[in-house]
T-cell receptor, first 116, second 115 residues
């Protein structure tokens, strides 16, 4: 079974600075998807960024980028120019590419605080 | 609002009572998921529907739990004989079955408190 580990329960960063959230995962599969989801306080979870395992190029979405190291099974999220609205729980998630396997496997989450 | 909606948003019940939650997915999405999230943890998968067929169930879904999606649109999750350990946020998500439609869109959740 696949597992996802986020070793940083809490992180904080000064507004406008850069922060990196860590995620490692364990799988024996070669094809899969990795995601970062954001869950603001009392609000619903939204997708931040997605990475297909077959793509070597790291995904980027505006201020958000990932460092995907397939051999190391590492998938970190970098947030540049941090803004107050980035404060949230961030979850790393894995999804198999195996046909019929639709569930997301989540890590424990990292609570990100932005200091003004 | 065309997002995923869930009802109720909050439910307080006494141990031993039955509760039912509803999820309305994004209208064109044929896949629907239920997850459970306890405080300070990531969501855990419970079950998944494609149209009206329930295709996968987690071992977390004990026989006190039942989920349905009778017409392939909205879904209900029922918990019978609730226990204090059932207290959690129950999240619903939906996705399309189109190629590349990998994003699951989440609803706001139903927070269940069992006294």
């Amino acid at each position: 079974a696949q597992t996802v580990t986020q070793s940083q329960p809490e992180m904080s960063v000064q507004e406008a600075e850069t922060v990196t959230l860590s995620c490692t995962y364990d799988t024996s599969e070669s094809d899969y998807y990795l995601f970062w989801y954001k869950q603001p306080p009392s609000r619903q979870m939204i997708l931040v960024i997605r990475q297909e395992a077959y793509k070597q190029q790291n995904a980027t979405e505006n201020r958000f980028s990932v460092n995907f190291q397939k051999a190391a099974k590492s998938f970190s999220l970098k947030i540049s120019d941090s803004q107050l609205g980035d404060a949230a729980m961030y979850f790393c998630a894995y999804r198999s590419e195996f046909q019929g396997a639709q569930k997301l496997v989540f890590g424990q989450g990292t609570r990100l605080t932005i200091n003004p | 609002d065309t997002g995923v909606s869930q009802d109720p948003r909050h439910k307080i019940t006494k141990r031993g009572q039955n509760v039912t939650f509803r999820c309305d997915p994004i209208s064109e999405h044929n896949r629907l998921y239920w997850y459970r999230q306890t405080l300070g943890q990531g969501p855990e998968f419970l079950t998944y529907f494609q149209n009206e067929a329930q295709l996968e169930k987690s071992r977390l879904l004990s026989d006190r739990f039942s989920a349905e999606r009778p017409k392939g649109s909205f879904s209900t999750l029922e918990i019978q004989r609730t226990e204090q350990g059932d207290s959690a946020m129950y999240l619903c998500a939906s996705s399309s079955g189109l190629a590349g439609g990998h994003e699951q869109f989440f609803g706001p959740g139903t927070r269940l408190t069992v006294l």
